[in-house]
């Protein structure tokens, strides 16, 4: 498949949204035919099975919660990736697979194994090329995020219905993800300001698709990606 794949991740208040905002615009100034998705959602079907799943107030069984993270991810994968991919373009997805190992496996302990055969199901072969985890301890990511959202945030606030030793457990997920396959993950500190992150995520990236033969300074496809969501 000739287009690249680059997913990011991050316990919540990572800053992950921002970066992966900044990627999109950053690649499209650079005449590169990008789509910018998210999970859950990012396809008309996936975002109907977001507004169950984040609407659920917790009351879905973790394994439950998996089946339809996958749900959402096959249709995903199959609406709005693999075309993208195959007219050429670059994915950038803010959440993707390692978001489900590390929430739904080391977070709410479902089965690895299941939780892996989940990701061989909805995903198969088209993985992504790169994956950038944000690390930061979910002690810090927690006061941005409430700074954030401040008081009106509170309610629907992760922290406060999880609690820090699930996000502690989150992040320790991610790394340990990242562990397994040096080649297609970097992990960043994202304790740091924005601009500082901004400036490894830029590097990842451009470093990665080089490895991949894309050229930043050319167009790599003016055939028309399908349309996100
Ligand atoms: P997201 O929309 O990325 O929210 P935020 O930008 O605030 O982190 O994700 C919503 C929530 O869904 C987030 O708490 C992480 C969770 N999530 C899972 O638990 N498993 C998954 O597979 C995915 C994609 C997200």
Do not use: C
């Not at 996000?167 to 040096?182: K, S």
């Not at 080089?210 to 790599?220: A, H, I």
Request: aromatic share 4%; no cysteine.
């Amino acid at each position: 498949m000739a287009g690249f794949f680059v997913s990011v991740e991050g316990v919540d208040g990572s800053g992950k949204s921002g970066m992966a905002r900044r990627l999109g615009d950053w690649l499209h100034e650079k005449s590169i035919a990008v789509v910018s998705t998210r999970e859950p959602g990012g396809s008309a079907g996936a975002e109907r099975i977001r507004e169950l799943l984040l609407g659920s107030g917790g009351i879905l069984d973790p394994l439950a919660e998996a089946l339809l993270f996958a749900a959402a991810r096959a249709d995903h994968v199959r609406k709005l990736i693999v075309p993208t991919l195959e007219a050429g373009g670059v994915v950038v997805s803010d959440r993707f697979s390692d978001s489900t190992i590390a929430y739904q496996g080391a977070g709410s302990t479902v089965d690895m194994a299941v939780i892996q055969q989940l990701q061989q199901i909805a995903v198969g072969e088209h993985r992504p090329d790169l994956v950038i985890v944000l690390d930061v301890d979910p002690a810090i990511s927690m006061e941005r995020a409430r700074k954030r959202n401040g008081d009106a945030g509170v309610k629907d606030d992760r922290f406060e219905v999880e609690g820090l030793a699930f996000h502690a457990r989150v992040r320790e997920g991610f790394l340990r993800q990242a562990a397994t396959d040096r080649s297609r993950y970097v992990v960043i500190d994202a304790s740091r300001t924005p601009d500082e992150v901004w400036g490894d995520v830029r590097r990842a990236v451009r470093d990665a698709l080089l490895k991949n033969g894309m050229e930043l300074t050319n167009s790599l496809s003016l055939a028309p990606l399908p349309s996100p969501r």
